[in-house]
């Protein structure tokens, strides 16, 4: 993907591509971004709440297949392509994406918590866990994002770190 292939498809010159976007990733983050909300809404503008922490996870995640779907693993590893070119545009762009999956999911616990479930404390850097699962599924493993990835994603990892009672040990036999 490059500037003069995606000039040619639009039916138009570099020049005026560049007028807009500064490199490729920018192009294509804004292509895709603008597709995304047209197509599958804005988990931020459109907050989960189906009254319980599980299935609100499960709804947050089914949204991200949705959208990795819409995009298809190419674009994706081609965005990486570009990180590798990084500039401050480019860092502030993963920062925005960075900031905005902690609000969603920062939502959700809030829900869960006003709901009376008991949600533990944990780090942002936790919190974050399943959208890089989700990005190296997708990009370094090259696998298709599955519901069975994202129940297990959700069951086997987000809800025993969110709601694990502190101090209590399980015993595997």
Known sequence: ????SVAERA???RPVLYRRWNNVFDLVFDAVRARNLDKAGSLLSEPVNTGHLRTDLLQIFQHFLDLSNLM????LRAMVGEIGNADNALINRLKATR???LEIINRVLDLARHRGEQ???ISDETKLLPFESIRYQIIISQQPLTTDFMINLVDEVMLPILTRQPGVEEHRE
């Open 11 to 13: 039916g138009t010159n």
């Open 72 to 75: 298809g693993p190419e674009v």
């Open 1 to 4: 993907m490059n500037f003069k």
């Open 99 to 101: 900031d905005s999956n």
């Open 119 to 121: 949600i533990n404390a």
